[in-house]
């Protein structure tokens, strides 16, 4: 693994991955050493998406830091079922694209709450609103 935890994006559908792909194009391979996906299907059980989030932490260890696409959903809720079992690190809710990359990009030695809650403040310059130029 290059330096530092995995990320594993948990959402409801695609979205997730397909996060992942996106930052390919912008940042490259990086991305694939470093960014796993699970992605909630339609009728899907809590239950069952906690197992599958399992499969991948039980074949990675639980150097993970899983980014869950919304606080209270089914993703986040199994999410944080992993982190009370202590299968790991952290978990944040509300990902976006300028999160991941700060992440993967960042100058973090720890990962540490206080190094996320920085990742997490930086990416939130990103949004805007315009109402006119």
Not at 57 to 79: E, F, H, K, Q, Y
Not at 121 to 128: L, T
Request: net charge negative; charged share 20%.
């Amino acid at each position: 693994m290059v330096g530092g935890p995995l990320f594993l994006l948990v959402s409801h559908g695609g979205y997730a991955c397909s996060l992942i792909r996106s930052l390919e194009m912008i940042i490259g391979s990086i991305v694939s050493e470093r960014v796993l996906c699970a992605s909630l299907e339609e009728g899907e059980s809590l239950e069952n998406f906690y197992e599958k989030m399992l499969q991948i932490c039980s074949r990675v260890g639980s150097n993970v830091i899983v980014l869950a696409d919304m606080l209270g959903g089914t993703p986040s809720r199994a999410s944080l079922m992993l982190l009370k079992e202590s299968k790991v690190r952290a978990v944040i809710t509300g990902f976006n694209m300028p999160l991941l990359l700060e992440l993967l990009t960042g100058n973090y030695s720890s990962y540490g709450e206080q190094e996320l809650r920085k990742a997490l403040e930086s990416s939130q310059q990103h949004m805007k609103i315009f109402t006119s130029i």
